[in-house]
């Protein structure tokens, strides 16, 4: 992670990362890809213990639909990791 404070670019981490589901050896994963923006939330206001806690888009990474014509449309949609392609699931 790298944090929009850091004008010189010179200092990033790595962060742990909430999971909506998470046991031993099971659960969900969903990794954050590079140039995607990140919340991280510090625990107990710790600057050495980040959290990533949730993704938003934004100006550069646009949600895979325009909005507001697909606001009642629910979807995940993945990128192949070359860019070339994607699955989805809609409801």
């Not at 099971?26 to 206001?45: A, K, Q, S, T, Y």
């Not at 646009?62 to 809609?90: C, M």
């Amino acid at each position: 992670v790298r944090f929009h404070w850091d004008l010189a670019n010179a200092y990033s981490m790595r962060c742990r990362v909430s999971q909506n589901w998470a046991g031993a050896g099971w659960g969900g994963m969903v990794i954050p890809r590079i140039g995607m923006e990140v919340l991280v939330e510090f625990l107990e206001g710790d600057p050495d213990k980040p959290v990533v806690v949730g993704n938003v888009f934004n100006g550069k990474n646009d949600a895979p639909y325009p909005l507001p014509a697909h606001k009642t449309r629910a979807v995940w949609r993945s990128n192949t990791h070359q860019g070339s392609g994607f699955n989805e699931i809609s409801f």
